[in-house]
């Protein structure tokens, strides 16, 4: 079985057009076709890969803008041209790699956070939790990245391997703030031997 262009359209193209619908209409339609990573041929004309989830999505988004007073097409495409279709495709990972770079600008400030805390000798909990909270909004941010990347584009996995690296400098970072409020059993916050006496109950 072959997947030669006429066997089977890999491609869909979408017409949307707002005019004429509600004043929020236009903005709904950006922000869904901007979460699903399509790249624009021309104004109101662009281009999505026909995966099973996106096919659902933008029939949802036809229907609702054909609802509310616009104009939308979903057609099925397959490219002739090979080259043209890498060059769409480069164009995708272009984009998502755009992205990826951003979490990647902004992913050293959460570590010279913790290591500046530490140096100052503040490792502690509530250090941790807001360490951990960032940490979660950059995972979070790379796993929507992730769902319109849908050619494998290079930089998702720098992002990924430098947010498991920040993770591990959290994990050090908690170990620090662990050893500082919670010392070793039996020992006193200066280190010193703690002697406890059980005292039997009457």
Request: aromatic fraction near 6%; charged fraction near 30%.
């Amino acid at each position: 079985m072959t997947n030669e262009p006429h066997d089977r359209p890999a491609w869909l193209l979408i017409s949307a057009s707002t005019a004429g619908g509600a004043g929020t209409l236009r903005v709904h339609v950006w922000r869904k076709l901007r979460s699903l990573g399509a790249v624009y041929l021309q104004q109101s004309v662009c281009l999505l890969p026909a995966r099973p989830e996106v096919v659902k999505e933008i029939r949802r988004l036809t229907d609702r803008i054909r609802h509310q007073g616009g104009t939308a097409r979903m057609l099925s495409m397959a490219f002739t041209d090979p080259a043209a279709e890498q060059a769409i495709i480069a164009e995708f990972n272009s984009a998502r790699d755009t992205e990826y770079a951003e979490v990647l600008e902004r992913l050293p400030e959460l570590r010279r956070e913790l290591a500046d805390e530490q140096a100052r000798g503040n490792a502690t909990y509530a250090e941790v939790e807001e360490s951990e909270a960032d940490l979660e909004r950059f995972r979070a941010w790379v796993t929507k990245i992730a769902a319109r990347d849908y050619f494998d584009a290079p930089g998702g996995h720098t992002a990924r391997d430098a947010i498991e690296d920040a993770a591990a400098e959290l994990a050090a970072f908690e170990e620090a703030a662990l050893h500082a409020e919670a010392p070793e059993r039996g020992q006193g916050p200066t280190g010193e031997v703690l002697r406890l006496r059980v005292v039997d109950q009457p």
